[in-house]
């Protein structure tokens, strides 16, 4: 066991977390005016910041990845820059949401994607070696689409925030941004 782990073994995993102001302060950057989601657990803190009204963003809840999708393909419409924040099992319920829109339609999507599932011992190492499937068949499946994505491991990946963004409007069409660990408080 590392020094670290012995003094606070938690400390071990914070390196991992990004801060909910950090992604909002990124979001901000981006020019995002709103955020359409599903919340999940992995970005707990980043929808409770969200949701304080403090962020400056607009946020619509629905009940299912596709409305998720399906309104932010609306907002997107109606002239307004907007985040889908889900967890991977998520993505996987609103895939055809995500073809018709954010590929055939060309709507310029970011997702914000959770790794709900991924272990602790997988934590800075590869996804793809996850002995879960929920986190193990995220990335491969985005490429079977054609979907760029970033990973968002650590606090060093912040910069991928506006990577991912950037990529979505140059394509028009989506590209992800896979958050790997909690987000922190």
Known sequence: ?????????????????????????????????????????????????????????????CTTEDQAIEVAGGLYAGGKNVAVIVQNQGLYAGINSLRALGLDSKVPLLFVI??????????????????????FLLEPLLETLGVPYWRLEGPDDMGNVEAAWKASRERSGPAALIVGHFVGW
């Open 1 to 61: 066991m590392s020094a670290l782990a012995k003094e606070n073994p938690m400390k071990q995993f914070s390196k991992h977390s990004v801060s909910a102001q950090a992604m909002v302060d990124a979001f901000k950057r981006c020019g995002i005016d709103y955020v359409t989601t599903v919340p999940d657990m992995v970005q707990i803190a980043l929808h409770q910041l969200l949701d304080s009204g403090e962020s400056g963003l607009k946020v619509v809840h």
């Open 114 to 135: 959770g790794q709900f599932g991924r272990e602790f011992s997988n934590l800075g190492g590869n996804p793809r070696d996850s002995k879960r499937r929920v986190v």
